[in-house]
């Protein structure tokens, strides 16, 4: 069972940057954050393949940039020039297979984000 734990969210004024982590134990292969924000549906934030191919939404395009260290299975998002519209709840998302190998996802618990105007 794969678990995930995420940390870096916190309050920023706009325009700061704040970098998020999230570990996980187990075999993982692609990976992304999601955020859900009051009164909003969870929207995808940024992906990455175990390859490095990288997918962002369109609101953090320019801004945010994801990574990973294959090596410690974990994921980043540093994101800068922070607006106050990206004040969410961060999810970090894990791809793994079954004994099958079927797809099967993991997610954390959630890192507050917080940025004020």
């Known amino acids: 069972q794969v678990q995930l734990v995420e940390s870096g969210g916190g309050l920023v004024q706009a325009g700061g940057s704040l970098r998020l982590s999230c570990a996980a134990s187990?075999?993982?292969?692609?990976m992304g954050w999601y955020r859900q924000a009051p009164g909003k549906q969870r929207e995808l934030v940024a992906s990455?393949?175990?390859?490095?191919?990288?997918n962002y939404g369109d609101s953090v395009k320019g801004r945010f940039t994801i990574s990973r260290d294959n090596a410690k299975n974990t994921v980043y998002l540093q994101m800068n020039s922070l607006k106050p519209e990206d004040t969410a709840v961060y999810y970090c998302?894990?791809?793994?297979?079954?004994?099958?190998?079927?797809?099967?996802?993991?997610w954390g618990q959630g890192t507050q984000v917080t940025v004020s105007s």
């Open positions: 998302r894990a791809e793994g297979r079954t004994m099958y190998l079927s797809t099967i996802y993991y």
């Open positions: 187990g075999s993982i292969f692609s």
């Open positions: 990455i393949t175990n390859g490095g191919s990288t």
